[in-house]
């Protein structure tokens, strides 16, 4: 079973703490950024597209109301200057009703100074309508039908001067008769009527215009304010819009994100992990060490269900070379049988009940729910299982499944380096006939394995050989050396050193021996040999014997001369003979 919370525990590689984690809830390093400079230049892409939309819907609702703002202030400035012309030609009539009253004073005096004196202010006041009619004049706008109204009024205008100059002289004669006045006056009032008449039609063309104008400054304004409205409605509407699109968006982009970080984290778990278990094998010299630093590893993650399954063969025996923890573990009992050991591949059972669960996970209580089982290929076979489970209350995750596979190929794979490193260490030191240390390890050991002490050279030769050879054949002279290599094992000491030295010569290296030691040694090869060779039916052969100590010289290599030149005089002596070298 997996445990929540976890413990704090050794790491499995560094001697350091750690706090242990649920494989599904561990957390990822803290200070890796939140972002990526791909994902800042789509966002500030994004953003700067939003932006231009916004812009240009702004530009277009400010196009459109400085439009109808122009619209309003020409046609403002139009009004007034209709306006202000109106009032030019209300100044006009003012002064031609005002020379016109001037004129009506004058004609009801007697007193002629009286008269002259009143005709003097009318002329003052024509000055004045006259100038501004000038004004009027300077200020048109040209409307339509103002020339027409405009030449009528001066038709009526200089009528009116004609007349006005005549009364002026009869006003101003003592000799004019009142009824003269009179009449004069009538003409005058008929003339100034039509005169201000064609004034009147004149000045309403400019008051209409300037009406017209406020209308259409009026219109402008309420499409200013039309213009506004809709402005602040699109652009309120576009903001929602926006916003709505852009927290969706966010939405989205967090939660990529964050499933980004999550397998990012996971892959930076799953790395480190691997490291610290590659790590941890590298440290392991032999086999039992890569097993306790599996087993360490099942304690330091927190895996105390975990089991290794591991057999001698390919489909042999299983032995629980790590027992779990807690449970039972699993009940199989060869390799051949494990559903995972003969598919090759790792097999996650998540549910004991199902039709396609692990049968001997359906045969286990109902307190396991689920389990995940990785073969482990130690060379080219598939020698081991690495497991784990988890109880009904809890549930293994992927990252579980992944760690446990993890931990299996890199347990292969350091199991089966150091097998293929041990079996070519025994090959490079070791005769291929025989199985005994050849020459090379021979000399190899001398330094290291050669006591300070006492020790004593066994030095054997098979008699005639050669003859064995060729009467039966290099077969059975294979055979033969192979039977004595297995006498030689039985009749020396475990710590004792023997080599094939070349051909059919053997050494064996007695540490801690004297002559009778080896002697000993020599007599009981020659009583295994008998037995060896009544037993096997081989052809039969003999050995020749020498012996020499540290006695005979101070250093090995002059021991084996020794020890050789003592096996010569067993020879000589007739064979199969033991001789020890004399003092």
């Given amino acids: 079973m997996v445990p929540a919370p976890r413990r704090q525990v050794r790491d499995p590689v560094a001697d350091s703490k750690a706090v242990k984690q649920s494989p599904s809830g561990r957390k990822s390093a803290r200070g890796a950024e939140s972002s990526r400079p791909q994902h800042t230049a789509h966002l500030v892409a994004s953003a700067i597209v939003r932006i231009m939309i916004v812009v240009v819907l702004l530009l277009g609702i400010l196009l459109a109301v400085v439009r109808e703002s122009t619209a309003a202030a020409s046609a403002s400035k139009q009004a007034n200057l209709a306006a202000s012309v109106a009032a030019d030609l209300e100044a006009v009539g003012q002064a031609n009703a005002d020379l016109e009253s001037s004129f009506e004073r004058a ?74 006045i009179a009449k004069s006056m009538q003409q005058l009032r008929v003339l100034q009527d039509a005169r201000q008449t064609r004034l009147a039609s004149l000045r309403s063309l400019y008051l209409d215009q300037a009406a017209s104008d406020e209308t259409r400054v009026a219109q402008a304004q309420h499409e200013v304010v039309n213009t506004a409205i809709w402005a602040i409605a699109v652009i309120g509407a576009l903001g929602v819009a926006i916003t709505i699109f852009a927290a ?68 042999g025996e299983l032995v629980r070379a790590i027992a779990p923890q807690s449970g039972t573990g699993c009940g199989v009992r060869r390799a051949s049988d494990c559903p995972a050991v003969r598919l090759r591949q790792r097999l996650d059972f998540t549910d004991a009940g199902a039709i396609d669960a692990c049968p001997f996970l359906r045969e286990r209580d109902a307190s396991v729910s689920q389990c995940v089982c990785v073969p482990v290929t130690i060379g080219d076979q598939t020698l081991a299982i690495l497991r784990t489970e988890a109880p009904t209350a809890e549930k293994l995750s992927g990252e579980d499944a992944e760690w446990i596979a993890i931990l299996a190929r890199n347990t292969g794979e350091r199991i089966s380096a150091l097998r293929a490193f041990a079996n070519s260490q025994q090959q490079a030191s070791t005769d291929s006939l025989t199985g005994l240390a050849n020459r090379r390890t021979l000399e190899r050991a001398i330094d290291s394995r050669v006591p300070a002490g006492a020790y004593a050279v066994v030095f054997a030769d098979i008699d005639h050989f050669k003859d064995l050879n060729d009467t039966f054949g290099h077969e059975t002279g294979d055979d033969c050396l192979r039977a004595f290599a297995r006498v030689l094992g039985r009749a020396t000491r475990p710590g004792d050193l023997c080599a094939r030295y070349g051909g059919e010569e053997f050494v064996v290296l007695l540490p801690d021996a004297r002559s009778g030691d080896a002697e000993g040694v020599a007599e009981r090869i020659q009583v295994f040999l008998a037995e060896e060779l009544r037993d096997t039916r081989l052809a039969p052969f003999t050995v020749s014997v020498g012996i020499a100590t540290t006695d005979h010289a101070s250093s090995i290599e002059e021991i084996i001369r020794a020890a050789d030149h003592a096996m010569f005089e067993a020879k000589a002596a007739g064979r199969n003979r033991i001789v020890t070298e004399a003092v």
């Fill in 107 to 180: 004609s009801g005096v007697q007193d002629v100074s009286v008269r002259v004196a009143e005709f003097s202010t009318s002329n003052a006041t024509g000055i004045r309508g006259t100038g501004a009619f000038s004004t009027y004049v300077q200020r048109s706008l040209h409307l339509p039908k103002e020339t027409a109204a405009r030449d009528a009024y001066e038709r009526a205008t200089n009528a009116w001067d004609d007349v006005a100059a005549r009364f002026g002289a009869v006003l101003v004669s003592p000799a004019t008769s009142p009824a003269t």
């Fill in 248 to 315: 969706r968006r966010a939405s989205r982009q967090l939660k990529a994100r964050a499933r980004v970080e999550q397998e990012r984290a996971a892959t930076e778990r799953r790395t480190d992990f691997e490291a610290r278990v590659q790590r941890s094998m590298a440290l392991s010299v032999d086999e039992p060490a890569v097993l306790a630093s599996v087993e360490h590893t099942f304690e330091a993650v927190g895996y105390p269900a975990a089991e290794l399954l591991l057999a001698d063969t390919e489909g």
